[in-house]
Structure formats: C-alpha cells, structure tokens
C-alpha cells in the first residue's frame, strides 16, 4: 500500500494565502502556527504524513525539529534554504511505497522536485484542497450532532413531548 507523504514550504505557503498573508502582518509566529493547524487538519483527513518546513533565515541557529499536532515541523539550519531541505527530503523518503507532494508555488522547486519523482502542489491547489477538507469536517460534525440523542435516556415521542412542554412552562 503506497503512502503519501507532503512537504510543504511554509513561508511560500503564508506568502501565497490571503488569510495567512493578513496574519503575518499582524503577527508572524501566528501566521505559522496557524498554517500548521491547517496541515493537521489536512493530515487527519487525508491520513498523509505531513512535513512543514521553514526557512531558517527567520530562526538563525541549529535545525530545529518539533511535533504539533501530528505534523512534523522543521526549521532548516542557518544558511540552508526550505528548497534545499525539501529536495533532500524528497531524495531521502522516496521510495516504490511512498508517493512524495510537494506544496509550493515556487516554480524552479516545482520542476526540481517533478524532476526527482515527487508530486507538485500550488499554494492555490493545497488552498482548494483544504476547502474540501473543511467541508468534510463541517459534514462529519453535523452528522455527528444529528445522531446525537438529546437526551441520554430514551424516550417515546410522546414522552418527550410532554418534557418539552413542561420546559417552556406549560402543563
């Protein structure tokens, strides 16, 4: 069974959608914070391993690795571009079982990364993606609520109806 794995390039990500652009101006840790939210919710859809990578030139220092929310997040090392972690990423995880995405709008990183086997993705198509994803979610939650019972004991019609009366202060 064939795993997919994306990998995206988080500053061009915020760059290219208006809502993390207007973010970023207000707040830039914010900004990815909440790009990263929405790879989570990506990654809990779609069940693909989802890698955010940074560039370091906002974070100087040593690669920094974390978690958050099930999505790996990576900060490159000083002097190493998001572009050139991702190619190496690309190399190191490509295999016959895994199919690799790239998310990106950078076109020169798009033909590399085709080049290497990988799966292209614009900003704007991961953007569309993530649409259907809150779609899904929006349809599970309200599936969820309406085969909720409203009350943990069940009740006939009839019965309830008289409860329901008796709430709004009728006899």
């Given at each position: 069974m064939k795993k997919d794995v994306l990998l995206v390039d988080g500053y061009n990500i915020i760059g290219?959608?208006?809502?993390?652009?207007?973010?970023?101006?207000?707040?830039?840790?914010?900004?990815?914070?909440?790009?990263?939210?929405?790879?989570?919710?990506f990654q809990a859809n779609r069940g693909w391993r989802v890698i955010v990578i940074f560039d370091a030139h906002l974070v100087p220092g040593i690669e920094k690795r974390k978690k958050q929310y099930r999505v790996e997040v990576v900060f490159t090392r000083?002097?190493?571009?998001?572009?050139?972690?991702?190619?190496?990423?690309?190399?190191?995880?490509?295999?016959?079982?895994?199919?690799?995405?790239?998310?990106?709008?950078?076109?020169?990183?798009?033909?590399?990364?085709?080049?290497?086997?990988?799966?292209?993705?614009?900003?704007?198509?991961?953007?569309?993606?993530?649409?259907?994803?809150?779609?899904?979610?929006?349809?599970?939650?309200?599936?969820?609520?309406?085969?909720?019972?409203l009350s943990k004991i069940p009740l006939t019609d009839e019965v309830a109806a008289e409860f329901e009366k008796m709430r709004r202060g009728g006899k």
């Open positions: 290219a959608w208006p809502e993390l652009q207007q973010l970023k101006q207000e707040d830039f840790a914010q900004a990815r914070d909440r790009l990263i939210e929405r790879m989570a919710e000083e002097n190493e571009t998001a572009d050139e972690r991702i190619e190496k990423l690309v190399s190191q995880l490509s295999n016959r079982l895994t199919q690799i995405h790239v998310a990106t709008s950078d076109l020169v990183e798009q033909w590399v990364v085709f080049a290497q086997g990988a799966l292209r993705i614009s900003a704007r198509e991961l953007e569309v993606a993530m649409k259907e994803v809150d779609r899904v979610i929006a349809q599970r939650l309200k599936d969820s609520l309406e085969q909720r019972p």
